[in-house]
């Protein structure tokens, strides 16, 4: 929900006061309060354990946004972006030894996750859009076009964010462990620019540590592309990589994504991507599949098959069953049947 | 590094291009900012109603505060807050309320283009109560 100041002087006078502050240079103020929960019911069976655990869904976690903007008197305008994650048991967090106890820590409130995800300001006008403070980096979502409705349950990522601390059997090796969709340097601290010309925008972001990365977006109607290279350079492990992705929507409702992800770490590791759905009405649903190799142990591959339904504006249920699979001897699938709600505020 | 090498070369002719389309004026603001689906729901929230507005009200003693909110797929909308004599509040104390408003205006910003705007409003306070 936004809020935008209104005609009389007394309510700009107490919306504004009320709401944010800013220099007296601007000449329209918007603010916007929004956010999401999103929960999930899990049946898991790793081949060693099963049970059933209630878990806050890491793909698009429980977290509220604020986000202001004004129009300064050049033509130009500015803002910020201030967001926090607030997850209990974090399904990306959730371990075998869970399955049989009040969820990560043993106990009610021990599984509590908070993080900021984006605090930064910004300025654009007809010389692009320049951002500073924690957000995306140019390359983030890099790896992650999807345009097929059912991303909030099946996407380049869901193995790590549903199943990263889960175990393939009594084998030590988790999916996390396995499986990335290296999708660039995420959120980060940075100075960001981008720019558009014609249907193409351009980024580029410098981060501390020195990373660097540069990305490439293209978006019509029906297709979305983006393209990105980074270089972490003194942070982190140093690591650069590469990433595109890649989602089409026909007009049937038939869709088709795709990915691929790369990085220049020992092995020269890599994921692979493809998803085929179909929306209908408020339905959609998809098939996947996806493989990462060389990353760790051993390759790792999963499929899954995904429904989401928008029951009304706001609120949305999704279900999913999904097989992971490690080649390592010992290493038994990972079956999870997952159910959940999303509900935007 | 293979990948720094093709960041740098790609980066090169980027920044040429830019600095050539920028220079020619042409308006490089038009950046794609949709939203990823997954990231953040489309569409309104669960408290707007069938227009797309949500309406939040609050109230103390001698004010109330309400707030009119639209929430549209991209979420366009607008609130504002304003005192009001409500039903519960005597006009005695609906004219302090306002009165102490004006008084805040009148001593930080008497030239104002918001405080003749409020002057505005008083008078069309005065018109409909005689009405």
């Given at each position: 929900m936004?809020i ?6 007394l ?5 504004t006061?009320a ?15 929004s ?8 049946g ?19 977290r ?6 004004g ?37 009610v409130g ?10 930064n300001?910004?300025?654009k ?22 345009d ?13 964010d549903l199943?990263?601390?889960?175990e ?17 340097l995420g ?9 558009a ?8 972001s ?5 990373k660097i990365e540069?990305s ?5 109607e ?14 982190g ?16 409702g ?7 992800g790369?990085?220049d770490?020992d092995?020269?590791?890599?994921n ?6 179909f929306?209908?009405?408020d339905?959609?649903?998809?098939i ?15 499929y899954?098959?995904?429904?989401v339904?928008?029951m ?9 069953y ?15 049947l997952?159910?959940?709600a999303?509900?935007?505020? | ?9 790609g ?10 389309t920028?220079c020619?004026?042409?308006?490089l603001?038009d ?6 689906s997954?990231?953040q ?13 949500t ?10 505060a309400?707030?009119?909110?639209s929430?549209?797929?991209s ?5 504002s ?5 409500a ?7 609906a004219?302090?309320e ?6 805040e205006?009148?001593?930080n910003?008497?030239e104002s ?7 505005q ?8 109560s005689?009405?």
């Amino acid at each position: 929900m936004k809020i935008k100041n209104r005609a009389t002087a007394l309510q700009t006078t107490l919306a504004t006061s009320a709401l944010i502050l800013l220099p007296s240079a601007v000449q329209a103020v918007e603010v916007e309060v929004s956010g999401q929960v999103n929960r999930l019911i899990q049946g898991v069976d790793n081949g060693e354990e099963s049970g059933v655990v209630h878990a806050d869904n890491s793909a698009s976690g429980t977290r509220w946004r604020f986000a202001g903007q004004g129009d300064l008197d050049n033509g130009m305008s500015a803002g910020l972006l201030y967001e926090t994650q607030l997850q209990s048991n974090p399904s990306s967090e959730i371990t075998a030894g869970n399955l049989d106890s009040d969820g990560i820590g043993g106990n009610v409130g021990g599984g509590d996750y908070f993080s900021t995800r984006h605090a930064n300001v910004w300025m654009k006008g007809n010389f692009g859009k320049v951002t500073m403070g924690q957000g995306s980096g140019a390359t983030d979502g890099s790896a992650e076009v999807d345009d097929s409705g059912t991303s909030v349950i099946q996407y380049s990522a869901s193995s790590g964010d549903l199943l990263g601390s889960m175990e393939y059997g009594d084998s030590g090796v988790t999916v996390g462990d396995v499986r990335s969709n290296f999708d660039g340097l995420g959120r980060n601290d940075n100075l960001r620019y981008d720019a558009a010309i014609g249907n193409v925008t351009l980024a580029g972001s410098i981060g501390n540590g020195d990373k660097i990365e540069a990305s490439a977006r293209y978006a019509i109607e029906n297709l979305k592309i983006m393209l990105g290279f980074w270089d972490q350079n003194d942070s982190g492990d140093g690591l650069s990589g590469s990433a595109i992705s890649a989602s089409w929507v026909g007009d049937s409702g038939l869709n088709l994504t795709g990915s691929y992800g790369t990085d220049d770490r020992d092995g020269d590791p890599d994921n692979i991507y493809f998803k085929v759905g179909f929306k209908q009405g408020d339905n959609a649903f998809g098939i996947d599949w996806s493989e990462t190799s060389d990353l760790g142990a051993g390759d790792a591959e999963s499929y899954s098959i995904a429904w989401v339904r928008s029951m009304m504006p706001g609120i949305e249920v999704y279900a999913s069953y999904r097989v992971e699979s490690l080649d390592v001897s010992g290493a038994d699938d990972i079956d999870a049947l997952t159910g959940g709600a999303r509900i935007k505020f | 590094m293979p990948h720094r090498g093709r960041i740098l070369s790609g980066l090169a002719p980027a920044a040429l291009l830019l600095l050539i389309t920028g220079c020619s004026g042409a308006n490089l603001g038009d950046i794609d900012e949709s939203v990823d689906s997954r990231e953040q729901m489309p569409g309104p929230g669960i408290f707007a109603d069938e227009d797309g507005e949500t309406t939040l009200k609050w109230s103390s003693d001698s004010t109330e505060a309400e707030a009119t909110v639209s929430d549209t797929n991209s979420a366009a909308v607008t609130a504002s807050a304003a005192t009001s004599a409500a039903a519960t509040v005597s006009p005695e104390q609906a004219e302090f309320e306002q009165f102490k408003a004006w008084n805040e205006l009148r001593t930080n910003g008497a030239e104002s283009a918001e405080y003749q705007e409020f002057l505005q409003w008083l008078e069309y306070q005065k018109f409909k109560s005689s009405q």
